[in-house]
């Protein structure tokens, strides 16, 4: 079983319309978590963090489920500009802050 | 902003090949990494330097070595290169002072090893 798992998608949206996907992790040392974009044939880039609470920024609200071991994104009032790959990634602080990457959940916003 | 350069956007090698893929960033920053990323299996890392001329190995450094003589600079070397080697390598850097996940990434270099 991979250590961080995601649904690669493609998830196709209409224009304005909200889309969520989750990332499950199998460590339940894990203890931190992010949020990368990766536009097509582009690095990655930080997109949010995810803290226990859960958190908002703009149109992007992140979620964290210990429980059930696994992380969401959810996307509000799509924007073409956001379609991309959205890797997820678990940080094990206790590995020496490794980080493991998702494989990847690609986005497709259509007008 | 910090800017990590890789030193080639496309790559080709034959079998056999010793290839080297430099990486530079200009932010001073202590971290360094080696990233690969194939279709499905997410970004896989092959080696880290946390400081000059120190180095470790990531999950999948067969195959593989690395030279970080100046801050600044850290080389991927693939001693003899294999067509398994074929995939998108990214460099990435961080600060030791900032969050650890912050990680600024090089635009990467398509490697292809006929």
């Known amino acids: 079983r991979k250590e961080v798992e995601q649904d690669p998608g493609p998830f196709n949206v209409p224009e304005g319309a909200t889309v969520a996907f989750n990332c499950t992790y199998s460590?339940?040392?894990?203890?931190?978590f992010f949020w990368y974009r990766q536009d097509c044939r582009k690095e990655p880039k930080l997109l949010m963090s995810?803290?226990?609470s859960g958190n908002e920024d703009g149109r992007f609200t992140a979620q964290l489920n210990r429980a059930s071991q696994y992380i969401s994104l959810l996307i509000r009032d799509s924007k073409l500009s956001d379609s991309a790959t959205y890797l997820c990634?678990?940080?094990?602080?206790?590995?020496?802050?490794?980080?493991?990457f998702g494989g990847g959940t690609r986005v497709l916003v259509k007008p | 902003d910090v800017k990590v350069t890789q030193s080639s956007r496309y790559l080709v090698k034959r079998t056999g090949e010793k290839v080297f893929l430099e990486c530079v960033q200009d932010?001073?920053?202590?971290?360094m990494f080696w990233y690969r990323q194939d279709p499905g299996l997410g970004l896989r890392l092959i080696y880290f330097?946390?400081?000059?001329?120190?180095?470790e190995k990531g999950d999948i450094p067969e195959g593989y070595s690395v030279s970080r003589e100046k801050k600044e600079r850290f080389s991927l070397i693939l001693e003899s290169a294999s067509t398994n080697q074929t995939s998108m390598y990214l460099c990435?850097?961080?600060?030791?002072?900032?969050?650890?996940?912050?990680?600024?990434f090089g635009s990467g270099t398509q490697l292809s090893v006929l």
């Open positions: 990435a850097s961080s600060s030791r002072t900032a969050l650890l996940e912050k990680l600024f």
């Open positions: 460590n339940s040392a894990s203890q931190s």
């Open positions: 995810v803290y226990s």
């Open positions: 990634v678990v940080n094990e602080w206790a590995a020496g802050n490794k980080l493991t």
């Open positions: 932010m001073d920053h202590e971290n």
């Open positions: 330097s946390y400081d000059v001329k120190m180095k």
